[in-house]
């Protein structure tokens, strides 16, 4: 059975930084498309960041020099480093895959949430 | 970045009645097109992928279509299960952007 779990979120001052975590079961994330997308509270689906099975990475405008999106294929976990904070970075994170480049994202973590207030 | 343009935003419907959403690419993304539906309180689900592909378990009342830069999602009747929000996502540019969302309401 497919299954992600985040951890790492929590309440952060602005200009800070934070590393979230993702443990997946299930399947191998190095061969998979891993993403972040993340949704700000009663707001919409916000795509931040992917890492394709080849290890090439992107990242939305919004992130880019700010966010890092890592894996280690030894502990089967997806990482996302955040740094550089700020209040319009608070949301609830999700860790996402699709199995392949045509397939869509069909697996969803529960979701993690980072808040950024002084 | 490709921007993504969902109408309506807001749609209030009945059980039973057909629903079309649009969602519009700012740029040709072929058919690299996902559609989601997300209740509240809960994580997305995948409906449909490349614009017209039925994700395996969703019901058949769901389907996709389009190509290019216009592309709908149908629901043919729709079920008290089905209000919800409904996003479309891009994956044709290294950037996968979403659209701003759709809410089905109760009419």
């Known amino acids: 059975e497919v299954q992600l779990v985040e951890s790492g979120g929590g309440l952060i001052q602005p200009g800070g930084s934070l590393r979230l975590s993702c443990a997946a079961s299930g399947f191998a994330v190095s061969t998979n498309y891993m993403s972040w997308v993340r949704q700000a509270p009663g707001k919409g689906l916000e795509w931040v960041s992917i890492?394709?099975?080849?290890?090439?990475?992107y990242y939305a405008d919004s992130v880019k020099g700010r966010f890092t999106i890592s894996r280690d294929n030894s502990k089967n976990t997806l990482y996302l480093q955040m740094n550089s904070l700020r209040a319009e970075d608070t949301a609830v994170y999700y860790c996402?895959?699709?199995?392949?480049?045509?397939?869509?994202?069909?697996?969803w973590g529960q979701g993690t949430l980072v808040t950024v207030s002084s | 970045d490709i921007q993504m343009t969902q109408s309506p935003s807001t749609l209030s419907a009945s059980v039973g009645d057909r629903v079309t959403i649009t969602c519009r690419a700012s740029q040709s993304i072929s058919s690299w097109l996902a559609w989601y539906q997300q209740k509240p309180g809960e994580v997305p689900k995948l409906l449909i992928y490349k614009a017209s592909s039925l994700e395996s378990g969703v019901p058949s009342r769901f389907s996709g279509s389009g190509s290019g830069t216009e592309f709908t999602l149908t629901i043919s009747s729709l079920q008290p299960d089905d209000f919800a929000t409904y996003y479309c996502?891009?994956?044709?540019?290294?950037?996968?952007?979403f659209g701003q969302g759709t809410k089905v309401e109760i009419k």
């Open positions: 996402a895959r699709a199995s392949s480049y045509v397939s869509g994202t069909s697996n």
């Open positions: 890492i394709y099975s080849g290890g090439n990475t």
């Open positions: 996502q891009q994956y044709n540019s290294y950037s996968w952007t």
